[in-house]
């Protein structure tokens, strides 16, 4: 497996998925950016009625949650930052810009793939058949992303270490 594939891979989700990922990405970080902006020494309803009834917390008690609440908001954190990367790869790949698209055409390997509607099906050297979604707003064609694509038999190109990511031979299309 080569490991520039499996990060194009990775990367390849949310552009081809954009319209899902801008507002998945955009919900999830004002969730994730308030939870990790929370001030480490500040006391909830409870702690303040413990602290009223008597019932105070022991030294190690309170240093153990000052640490574990340091490593929740530094998890926060990366996560927020993981968001934002999808949200602006989803914003790139609605406008159009090829974020992966000519990596996978240029590396990827032909295959006869069948559109149906919104998905295409092909099979990959291997054997194995994948049906996978053609976005609407985000299709997976490269290089002419405009192009019209007919319903029928067209050429695709995959990557053989991950076929999910895949885009549609705008170059080889029926005329």
């Known amino acids: ?8 891979w990775l990367v390849n989700f949310p552009v081809t998925h954009g319209y899902a990922m801008v507002f998945i990405a955009g919900f999830a970080m004002l969730g994730l950016l308030s939870q990790a902006t929370r001030p480490i020494g500040a006391r909830s309803r409870l702690s303040t009625i413990r ?5 105070v917390e022991s030294g190690s008690d309170r240093r153990s949650r000052v640490v574990i609440a340091r490593l929740q908001r530094l998890f926060f954190r990366v996560l927020a930052v993981v968001m934002g990367a999808g949200l602006v790869l989803g914003i790139l790949g609605l406008i159009g810009v090829p974020v992966t698209s ?8 032909p295959a006869v793939a069948t559109v ?5 099906r092909f099979t990959t050297a291997t054997g194995v058949e994948y049906t996978l979604p053609n976005d609407f707003f985000t299709p997976s064609m490269y290089p002419d992303r405009d192009a019209w694509v007919p319903s029928g038999d067209i ?4 990557l053989p270490s ?4 895949y885009v549609i031979d705008t170059e080889q299309l029926p005329d």
């Open 162 to 165: 991950h076929p999910q990511a």
């Open 51 to 55: 602290a009223r009834e008597g019932l």
């Open 102 to 109: 000519a990596y996978i055409h240029d590396n990827g390997q």
């Open 1 to 8: 497996m080569n490991l520039m594939d499996t990060l194009v």
């Open 155 to 158: 050429v695709v190109r995959y």
């Open 116 to 120: 149906d509607g919104d998905w295409v």
